[in-house]
């Protein structure tokens, strides 16, 4: 089952890969830079479930004091961190070229920088805690907090007036070319299978370094 | 004991103590006023950074400040039998809460003060103003009780606050921010009434549960 898991993700990366380097057409404005949105995009959905992933374990840990949720937990807040991380890196890549600067002060890119210092406030109290027990609880409340920033970063767009384009695909419709939406549909589903093969290796790491 | 005289005692508790030691408002305040100062020197003291070197200087008060009533009872080692008495810790959170939210009002006015004589920024709208600061430091304070007590146990606690502090603000910040241009212009507030408002609610509704959980022994 592992094995099928890494194997089918390992392939619809690289289904996704081919589609977003050769599948896909350059746009008529971002030229060759749109095949960046085709890591960036998955990798932000990835963060939300990731941080999603987090906050519901983080919840449970903190009702049943199970560490099988911790396990998770752990994992999901690294993740939601990685992701995170990597869609401000993406968005910072496809920002020079495309709108003339790294960095502008966006509401939507500076919730996302915000999602991220918070999970990696959540993974330094869980190593600095004066005691194990304690350091897991204290990071399941942050991850708990921390969930509260992902609507305030996908509505960022809407709420605000911002440089950052509204949603492409919403309960609205789909504001997007189909030989751009199979491409991002394709690496939005592996992202969001890497996701999910490295939650349950990251939980599975977690859980053999607790038996210890 | 009733709720409320759990609440009342708490607080009055941390009031008397910052009363007798100031050992939160001044050193906060000073604070403030530097990081004032800085902001002014930088900036060239225009009226126009007047909101923003306010706000950041409140916020970057309010980490210290809130803080400190953990600190207190660390080093005094009255957090344990705090812990021990009989009643829901939720009114330790919200004791504490309204203790932390006089500490900020209290730095908000005094660095006001100092932002109008450095900036010779406009004291129109206070209405707003006086509005704005009281909903920010309510939201400020269920913020700061919940990350003191959260910090109070980690290595580093107090590099670990203003990570976890400033990030989790911000919409604090720029609602404030926003709020005492459009004091000072009159211009239509938008939706930064409701940035407040939400964030008071979400803090105000989850920091007294995590407040709870984050301080078992």
Redesign the interface.
């Known amino acids: 089952m592992r094995a099928f898991a890494v194997g089918g993700t390992a392939a619809l990366l690289s289904v996704g890969l081919f589609l977003a380097l050769w599948g896909s057409p350059p746009d008529a404005y971002q030229g060759e830079y749109v095949r960046i949105m085709y890591v960036h995009v998955p990798a932000a959905v990835s963060a939300y479930g990731a941080a999603a992933v987090a906050f519901g374990a983080g919840a449970l840990y903190?009702w049943r004091r199970d560490r099988r949720w911790d396990f998770v937990g752990r994992a999901g807040a690294e993740l939601a961190a990685l992701f995170s991380g990597l869609t401000l890196l993406t968005g910072m890549l496809w920002g020079k070229p495309v709108w003339g600067v790294w960095w502008a002060w966006d509401a939507r890119l500076?919730?996302t920088?915000?999602l991220f210092?918070?999970y990696?406030?959540c993974l330094?109290?869980r190593d600095?805690?004066?005691?194990p027990e304690?350091?897991r609880?204290?990071s399941?409340?942050?991850a708990?907090?921390a969930f509260?920033?992902v609507p305030?970063v996908h509505y960022s767009v809407v709420?605000?007036r911002t440089l950052h384009q509204g949603p492409s695909i919403s309960l609205q419709g789909v504001k997007l070319a189909p030989e751009f939406l199979l491409p991002l549909a394709v690496n939005a589903v592996a992202y969001l299978a890497l996701l999910s093969v490295l939650l349950a290796e990251r939980a599975r790491l977690a859980s053999l370094e607790g038996e210890r | 004991m009733k709720a409320w005289r759990r609440v009342a005692a708490v607080a009055r508790k941390d009031l008397l103590l910052e009363w007798r030691g100031r050992d939160a408002v001044l050193p906060a305040g000073s604070f403030g006023f530097a990081v004032l100062l800085v902001l002014g020197l930088v900036s060239g003291g225009g009226g126009e950074a007047a909101p923003s070197a306010l706000w950041v200087s409140v916020l970057l008060a309010a980490v210290l400040a809130a803080g400190r009533g953990a600190d207190r009872e660390g080093e005094e080692g009255t957090r344990e039998v705090l812990l021990l008495y009989p009643g829901s810790r939720e009114d330790l959170f919200w004791g504490r809460w309204l203790a932390l939210c006089v500490v900020l009002l209290v730095l908000a006015a005094g660095l006001w003060c100092a932002q109008v004589l450095l900036f010779d920024a406009p004291t129109r709208g206070a209405g707003v103003l006086i509005l704005a600061a009281l909903l920010a430091t309510a939201g400020l304070g269920a913020a700061g009780t919940?990350l003191a007590a959260?910090?109070a146990?980690?290595?580093?606690?107090p590099l670990?606050m203003p990570?976890?502090f400033l990030?989790?603000t911000?919409?604090v910040l720029l609602a404030g921010v926003r709020l005492s241009e459009t004091a000072a212009s009159g211009a239509p507030a938008g939706?930064w009434w409701g940035v407040l408002v939400v964030f008071d609610l979400?803090f105000l509704l989850?920091g007294p549960v995590?407040f709870e959980?984050?301080v078992?022994g």
């Open positions: 903190l500076v919730t920088a915000v210092l918070l990696v406030g330094l109290v600095l805690a004066d005691d304690r350091g609880r204290l399941a409340a942050v708990v907090l509260l920033d305030v709420w605000f | 919940l959260l910090v146990h980690v290595r580093a606690g670990l990570l976890l990030p989790a911000v919409p939706p979400l989850v995590l959980l984050v078992e």
